[in-house]
């Protein structure tokens, strides 16, 4: 069945990316082609677009640092509501679509794991295009966040009205924690998480558990829509990696 030319990761680091095995994984598991593997080592949209271009065909991406908000003003993609900014890019037919998966991703590695949102308590330090997202996500399945001040402050937005005031925390996340397996700040919660993951990574590390969601949600919400209900589990695909 068909799919596009090419899929993959764009972005800088990708080296230790999961996604292209990913694309293979869940391509494989709905009968698709495998595609050509794409990874996009880029530093700048510039250098992005640049590279995209030379790849002939519709294109599915997973978008990472440090390009998640330039696709919205270059290609004409806007980012959801309080979130703005994108991880995952289509190009079909020329026109490029894109969406933002990091937070029902999230939130559904914390269910894989036993962690209900709906009256849990999210300690999140940061306040980047991913902790919007994971803030949007969370607080829309009715938990509470904790923010925490990093690089960036968490704005305001469609959370606002689930920001905690306890200081007891059920779980914990550093999103200012660099890729590929960097080292996240001690915070104080009944469990810490990580969603940074490195070379040598393991199926059952949390980061690699939402990398393989947020992953699964894209396929929902952009490049296979009209076949949601075929899409293999989440424990099915982590048994693959």
């Keep these: 069945m068909g799919g596009p030319a090419f899929w ?21 598991s709905l009968g698709m082609e ?11 949209i510039e ?12 294109l599915w991406l997973s978008c990472t640092a440090p390009l998640k908000h330039s696709p ?20 079909s037919g020329g026109v490029w679509s894109g969406t933002s998966t990091d937070g029902r991703g999230f939130v559904s590695a914390c269910r894989h794991i036993g962690i209900e949102p709906s009256g849990s308590v999210l300690r999140m330090r940061g306040g980047g295009s ?22 960036r402050e968490l704005i305001s937005g469609p959370w606002d009205s689930s920001l905690a005031e306890s200081d007891v925390a059920d779980i914990a996340v550093d999103l200012d924690a660099a890729p590929a397996g960097g080292a996240s700040v ?14 040598n990574q393991s199926p059952d590390e949390f980061a690699v558990i939402m990398v393989a969601a947020q992953h699964l949600e894209a396929w929902r919400s952009i ?10 589990g989440l424990g099915e695909i982590l048994s693959k990696l």
């Design 130 to 151: 991913a902790a919007r997202s994971i803030a949007a996500a969370w607080s829309s399945e009715g938990g509470m966040i904790i923010p925490v001040m990093g690089r």
């Design 72 to 91: 919205q003003s270059r290609l004409g993609i806007p980012g959801p509501e309080g979130i703005n900014a994108i991880n995952q890019l289509m190009r």
């Design 186 to 199: 001690e915070m104080q919660a009944a469990l810490q998480v990580s969603i940074s993951y490195g070379e």
């Design 8 to 28: 993959g990761i764009a972005g800088s680091p990708i080296s230790h990316s999961l996604t292209p095995r990913l694309f293979s994984v869940v391509g494989s």
């Design 223 to 232: 490049f296979a829509p009209d076949r949601a209900d075929e899409l293999p």
């Design 47 to 58: 250098e992005f677009e640049s590279k995209a271009s030379a790849l002939e065909g519709d």
């Design 34 to 44: 495998q595609a050509g593997q794409a990874f996009i080592e880029a530093a700048s």
